[in-house]
């Protein structure tokens, strides 16, 4: 059992940044990757970037080179920073586990791009 707590989401204008975080109950090492996914209202949830356990990262094509997923050398942190948000970024985050083909996810957290 994985447990996840997400956090950083809120109101931000549009251009604007946020960094989420993600806490593991246990070390991000152990897994085979870790992932940020999102929804919007009305929408199926989708994978905005994944990291894998050798740091490897991949991007949703709609965030490539405005987000960044990393994690902390302590080994139970990751992050996505978002940048040049748009409004159509708005949906809740969720941060995903991949504990070698058994999902694990956080809560989420509410991010909202508006002016």
């Known amino acids: 059992q994985v447990q996840l707590v997400e956090s950083g989401g809120g109101l931000v204008q549009p251009g604007g940044s946020l960094r989420l975080s993600c806490v593991a109950s246990?070390?991000?090492?152990?897994?085979?990757?870790m992932g940020w996914y999102r929804q919007a209202p009305g929408k199926q949830r989708e994978l905005v970037a994944r990291i894998t356990r050798v740091g490897r990262t991949n991007y949703a094509d709609s965030v490539k080179g405005r987000f960044t997923a990393s994690r902390d050398n302590a080994g139970n942190t990751v992050y996505l920073e978002m940048n040049s948000l748009k409004p159509e970024d708005t949906a809740v985050y969720y941060c995903n586990a991949d504990s070698w083909g058994a999902d694990y996810w956080g809560q989420g957290t509410q991010v909202t791009v508006s002016s």
């Open positions: 246990i070390s991000i090492f152990s897994l085979s990757g």
